[in-house]
């Protein structure tokens, strides 16, 4: 396959949608608001069911930075163990030290644990000290995909780095280009860093279904899904780009 497309899903609805319009693999998430965290066993389970294509559960057992004590260490390995079981073909994760460098030793142990499956890492990437000291320790870990912006909020602000990630990389690992990845950017975004692999949420806000609405409380019901047009969108591009 000459490009990938992965997309984000954060109910089991979206994980239909993200296969029917075409992305190649699924990020399983909960928590959108916190950016991503561990799914449940039976997301993991029912997901599964619902997709043939790739589907990664991102490892994270909380929103907030990359370092776990030994309790929340211990349960993404169980959470890992639990996706491989539930036949994931990968896990999503990423541990940083206090310094900003990559924690190799507790990265070693969780891929150690996912026992054959792919692993990505995800934008903890971003947070790194030092990106090209950092993409050597993960290839060295053996991760197949980093996810990064290019230590930038955005793809589209972080495109030189993301340009330099690709160059050093080569064909040793796949750089994932993330953040703000949309259809009306994805060629710019393409052409400049010369990419193959992105990722995208391609969200959408879907209102409540509930018709009756409690006068004293606050806030709407409202929930984080896939626009399906978009992510044919992407697809569409990234096929006339790779054509």
């Known amino acids: 396959m000459s490009f990938e497309l992965e997309v984000i899903a954060f109910d089991l609805f979206s994980c239909l949608v993200a296969e029917n319009a075409g992305a190649h693999r699924i990020e399983l998430c909960a928590n959108p608001h916190e950016?991503?965290?561990?799914?449940?066993?039976?997301?993991?389970?029912?997901?599964?069911?619902?997709?043939?294509?790739?589907?990664?559960?991102?490892?994270?057992?909380?929103?907030?930075?990359?370092?776990?004590?030994?309790?929340?260490?211990?349960?993404?390995?169980?959470?890992?163990?639990?996706?491989?079981?539930?036949?994931?073909?990968?896990?999503?994760?990423?541990?940083?030290?206090?310094?900003?460098?990559?924690?190799?030793?507790?990265?070693?142990?969780?891929?150690?644990?996912?026992?054959?499956?792919?692993?990505?890492?995800?934008?903890?990437?971003?947070?790194?000290?030092?990106?090209?000291?950092?993409?050597?320790?993960?290839?060295?870990?053996?991760?197949?995909r980093i996810l990064t912006s290019g230590g930038h909020p955005t793809a589209m602000e972080g495109k030189d780095q993301l340009q330099q990630l690709v160059s050093l990389a080569g064909n040793r690992i796949k750089i994932m280009v993330g953040s703000g990845i949309r259809s009306s950017n994805i060629k710019e975004i393409q052409s400049h860093t010369k990419a193959s692999v992105f990722h995208a949420s391609a969200r959408k806000t879907v209102s409540s279904m509930m018709d009756y609405e409690h006068a004293s409380m606050h806030g709407l019901l409202?929930?984080?899904?896939?626009?399906?047009?978009?992510?044919?969108l992407l697809r569409s591009a990234l096929e006339e780009i790779f054509a």
């Open 222 to 232: 409202e929930k984080i899904s896939i626009d399906e047009q978009e992510v044919r």
């Open 35 to 144: 950016g991503g965290t561990t799914p449940s066993f039976g997301m993991m389970r029912m997901a599964r069911k619902a997709s043939s294509i790739q589907l990664f559960p991102i490892i994270r057992p909380r929103g907030g930075d990359f370092i776990y004590d030994k309790a929340e260490f211990l349960s993404m390995i169980e959470d890992i163990k639990i996706a491989k079981n539930e036949g994931c073909d990968g896990v999503v994760i990423g541990m940083l030290k206090k310094d900003g460098a990559i924690d190799i030793d507790a990265c070693h142990d969780l891929i150690h644990h996912a026992n054959g499956m792919e692993v990505t890492f995800h934008r903890a990437f971003d947070r790194v000290n030092d990106q090209e000291k950092a993409l050597e320790e993960v290839i060295k870990l053996g991760c197949t």
